[in-house]
C-alpha cells in the first residue's frame, strides 16, 4: 500500500513538473531573450524556435547590442556566440584571428569537407590558400571566367528563361540559379559541364546532394552531438541524408578527377596561357600534396569539394535574395534597367551585351551588394536600415563606397576572406543585367517567401515568380532618354513614393558567414 502511495505522489510530481516545463517552454514563445535552462542550457528555446531560427536569433541579437552567447546542454559543453556587432566580427576574424582556429570540434561537425580550406587551420590552410589565390587571381582565369559564364548565359539560362516565359507558367528562380551556378562552378573546376540547366529540368543527384549536405551541416551545429550520434548508429534522419549525399558526392568527384589525371599526364608539356583550365592548373598544383590523409586522390577531392560548396549556393542565394528584392522594389529596377540602356548605348547603340563593361554598372553594384548587406541594425546602417537603397553605397561623385568588411561581412573578413568575391561580382552582374535587361520579374502571388535552416541562407520554398518579356510590354510603353523603349516597372505600382520596407536578407543572422570557431584561450 506505501508503494502505492509513493507511486502515486510520483506520477503527480512528474505531471506538476511537466506543467511547469510546458509553462515555461509557450511563455518562452513570447519572450526574446531564451531561458538558460538548468542542465538544459538554451536548447529548449531554439527547439521551440526551430521553425524560425532566423527571425529568432536576430530578435536575440537585436536587443543585445548584436552580440548574445547561446548556453548549451550542460554533457555537450559548447555554448555558442553569436554576433552582428562589427566591432567583435573585427576583434575575431581580424584583429585577433589566430586566437579563433576552426578546431576540432568544428572539423568533427564539417567531415565531409575532409582537408579542404574550410575546414583546415595552420600550414595546411595557408597551402589551399595560397594555391586558389594563385590561380584565381591570374589574368588567364578573368577571361576563362567571362566566356565560361556568358556561354552558360547564351546555350542555357536565355533559353529555358524564353521556353517558360513562352509557356506563361510559374518558374523557380532559384532552382534556375542553382542550377546556373553548379554547371559554371564544374565547368571552371573540372572542365565538366553536367548541363543541369537545360529545359527538361533534370534531376541531377550531385546538385541536390549539395543542398542535403548544408542542411544537415547546419542541425549539426544546432543539435547536441548526442543526437547525431545516435542517428549515425541508428543510420536514420539527417545522418542517413548525410551518407547518402557524401557517398554521391564522392563518386561525382573522384570519377572526374580520375579523368583529368589522365588528361594531365598526357601533357607533357608546360601549360599554355592560352589553354588554360582551371581544373588542370589546380591538379597540377596540388599534385603530390597527399595532406594529413596521405592520399593525394582523396586530398584533391577534399579541395575540390570545398571549391564546389564555396561557388555554388553561394552565388545562387545572392541572385535569389537579390531578385526577391528587386520585385519588391520597382523603382530600383527601373534605375538598373536606365543604367544599362546607358551604358549599352555608349557601346555605339550595340545591343551585345558583352560589349558593357560591367565595372561601370556602378547602380547594379550597389543593389548587389545592399541586396547581400547583414546585420540591418540601426546602430549599424542607420534609421533607414531595413530599406532596400543602393544609393547608400554610392557617392557624391558617382563611385561605389567600400564598407570596411567587418561592416559588410558577407564574403567574411580579415585572412579567411572569401578569394571568390571578384569572380561572384562578375557572374552575379552578368546574370541579373541579362535577365533585368530581357524580363520583368513578378513573384507569384501568395507565395512565401523565408530563410530555410541551412549553412547558406537559402529560400525555404525557392522563388516563384513570372517572367514577362519587355518586348512584349506594348501598352504605355516609354521612351528613355537614350531613346530605348522600355516600360518602368514602377508604373505598375500606384501612389509609390519612395522605397518598399522589407525584411531583407541581411537582417537575419546570416548564416553563410556564420562562424564556428573554437577561441584558442578557452582551452
Ligand atoms: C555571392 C557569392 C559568395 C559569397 C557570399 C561568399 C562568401 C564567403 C564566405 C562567407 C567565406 C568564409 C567561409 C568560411 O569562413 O569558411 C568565403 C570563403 C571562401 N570563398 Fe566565397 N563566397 C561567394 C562566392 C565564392 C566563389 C564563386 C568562390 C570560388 C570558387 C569562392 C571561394 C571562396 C574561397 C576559396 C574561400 C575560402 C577562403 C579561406 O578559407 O581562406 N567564393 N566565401
Redesign the pocket.
Known amino acids: 500500500m506505501g508503494f502505492l502511495v509513493y507511486l502515486f505522489i510520483l506520477f503527480l510530481l512528474s505531471i506538476f513538473i511537466s506543467f511547469l516545463i510546458v509553462l515555461h517552454i509557450s511563455r518562452q514563445k513570447n519572450s526574446v531573450i531564451p531561458i538558460n535552462w538548468p542542465l538544459l542550457g538554451s536548447l529548449p528555446a531554439t527547439i521551440v524556435n526551430a521553425h524560425r531560427l532566423h527571425d529568432y536569433a536576430t530578435d536575440i541579437m537585436a536587443c543585445n547590442d548584436g552580440t548574445f552567447v547561446f548556453k548549451s546542454p550542460l554533457t555537450t559543453n559548447t555554448n555558442k556566440l553569436c554576433t552582428t556587432n562589427p566591432s567583435d566580427v573585427h576583434h575575431i576574424l581580424s584583429k585577433n584571428f589566430s586566437n579563433y582556429p576552426r578546431g576540432h570540434r568544428f572539423r568533427k561537425i564539417f567531415d565531409i569537407l575532409g582537408d579542404g580550406?574550410?575546414n583546415t587551420d595552420g600550414d595546411l590552410?595557408h597551402f589551399h590558400?595560397r594555391t586558389?589565390m594563385l590561380l584565381l587571381k591570374s589574368p588567364c582565369f578573368g577571361s576563362l571566367l567571362e566566356d565560361v559564364i556568358w556561354n552558360k548565359v547564351e546555350s542555357g539560362l536565355l533559353p529555358v528563361l524564353e521556353y517558360l516565359s513562352m509557356q506563361e507558367v510559374e518558374i523557380d528562380l532559384q532552382d534556375v540559379f542553382e542550377r546556373f551556378s553548379f554547371d559554371t562552378?564544374c565547368k571552371l573546376l573540372f572542365d565538366h559541364d553536367p548541363k543541369s540547366m537545360s529545359l527538361d529540368f533534370a534531376y541531377i543527384p550531385c546538385e541536390k546532394a549539395l543542398s542535403e549536405m548544408a542542411e544537415v551541416m547546419f542541425w549539426r551545429y544546432i543539435m547536441p552531438r548526442n543526437v547525431r550520434k545516435l542517428q549515425q548508429l541508428l543510420r536514420i534522419g539527417n545522418e542517413k541524408k548525410l551518407s547518402d549525399a557524401w557517398k554521391i558526392l564522392d563518386e561525382f568527384i573522384y570519377t572526374i578527377v580520375a579523368q583529368k589525371q589522365d588528361e594531365l599526364n598526357k601533357l607533357k608539356c608546360e601549360f599554355k596561357d592560352e589553354n588554360f583550365k582551371l581544373s588542370t592548373a589546380l591538379l597540377r598544383e596540388y599534385k603530390d600534396q597527399g595532406g594529413s590523409t596521405g592520399n593525394p586522390n582523396k586530398f584533391l577531392r577534399d579541395a575540390l569539394l570545398n571549391?564546389l560548396v564555396?561557388?555554388r549556393d553561394?552565388?545562387s542565394s545572392?541572385l535569389s535574395w537579390f531578385f526577391y528584392l528587386l520585385a519588391k522594389n520597382p523603382m530600383v529596377e527601373d534605375k538598373i534597367q536606365e543604367e544599362l540602356h546607358r551604358e549599352l548605348e555608349k557601346e555605339m547603340g550595340e545591343k551585345d551585351f558583352r560589349a558593357i563593361e560591367f565595372d561601370k554598372l556602378i547602380y547594379l553594384h550597389g543593389a548587389l551588394s545592399e541586396a547581400?548587406s547583414m546585420g540591418r541594425m540601426k546602430s549599424i546602417w542607420g534609421s533607414d536600415c531595413m530599406e532596400f537603397k543602393p544609393e547608400r553605397w554610392i557617392s557624391v561623385d558617382g563611385r561605389i563606397i567600400r564598407q570596411p568588411s567587418y561592416m559588410f561581412p558577407?564574403?567574411?573578413a580579415g585572412p579567411?576572406?572569401?578569394?571568390?568575391?571578384n569572380?561572384?561580382f562578375t557572374q552575379?552582374k552578368i546574370v541579373a543585367a541579362t535577365i533585368i535587361y530581357h524580363y520583368h520579374v513578378d513573384l507569384v502571388e501568395g507565395h512565401l517567401v523565408v530563410p530555410s535552416n541551412s549553412i547558406i541562407l537559402k529560400m525555404k520554398n525557392g522563388l516563384k515568380v513570372t517572367l514577362t518579356k519587355r518586348s512584349e510590354v506594348k501598352k504605355d510603353e516609354q521612351k528613355d532618354r537614350t531613346g530605348w523603349n522600355w516600360e518602368p516597372a514602377s508604373a505598375k505600382i500606384k501612389n509609390r513614393t519612395g522605397p518598399t520596407i522589407l525584411p531583407v536578407p541581411g537582417s537575419y543572422w546570416f548564416l553563410?558567414?556564420l562562424?564556428m570557431l573554437e577561441p584558442v584561450l578557452e582551452k
Open positions: 580550406f574550410s590552410w590558400r586558389i562552378i571549391l564555396a561557388g553561394t552565388t545572392a547581400l558577407a564574403f567574411n579567411r576572406s572569401c578569394l571568390g568575391k569572380m561572384s552575379l553563410s558567414c562562424q
